[in-house]
């Protein structure tokens, strides 16, 4: 059974920083891509960044380049996204989420299987 368990979301000022973590488990493959997803209240759920387990490559989406950076952890099997230069439209509620292909794309969440629970990340100006 795979499981995402998110942990590290909070409140803080514009300007600040967070580090999220996802710890997964169970994944059936040893490389898959595996990806940060925000969703604000009454909005759609968007692609942040992702990665794939394998190579290490990483995408972001424009409205957080430079600011926010995802890694993996390949022993630990733990997912990283740290936030630098947290603006108010960061708020949102942040899921981990993993799947092995990706064919519409490693931002398309409806391309992601296995999610977790999410965290909630409040930014205040």
């Known amino acids: 059974q795979v499981q995402l368990v998110e942990s590290g979301g909070g409140s803080v000022q514009a300007g600040g920083s967070l580090r999220l973590s996802c710890a997964t488990s169970g994944y059936p493959y040893s490389n898959y891509f595996v990806g940060w997803f925000r969703q604000a209240s009454g909005k759609e759920r968007e692609g942040v960044a992702a990665?794939?387990?394998?190579?290490?490559?990483?995408l972001y989406a424009d409205s957080v380049k430079g600011r926010f950076t995802i890694s993996h952890d390949n022993a630990k099997n733990t997912l990283y996204l740290v936030m630098n230069s947290l603006k108010p439209e960061d708020t949102a509620m942040y899921y981990c989420?993993?799947?092995?292909?990706?064919?519409?794309?490693?931002?398309?969440?409806?391309?992601?299987?296995?999610w977790g629970q999410g965290t909630q990340v409040t930014v205040s100006s």
């Open positions: 989420a993993a799947t092995a292909l990706v064919p519409g794309g490693p931002l398309n969440a409806r391309m992601y299987k296995y």
């Open positions: 990665i794939y387990t394998g190579s290490g490559s990483a």
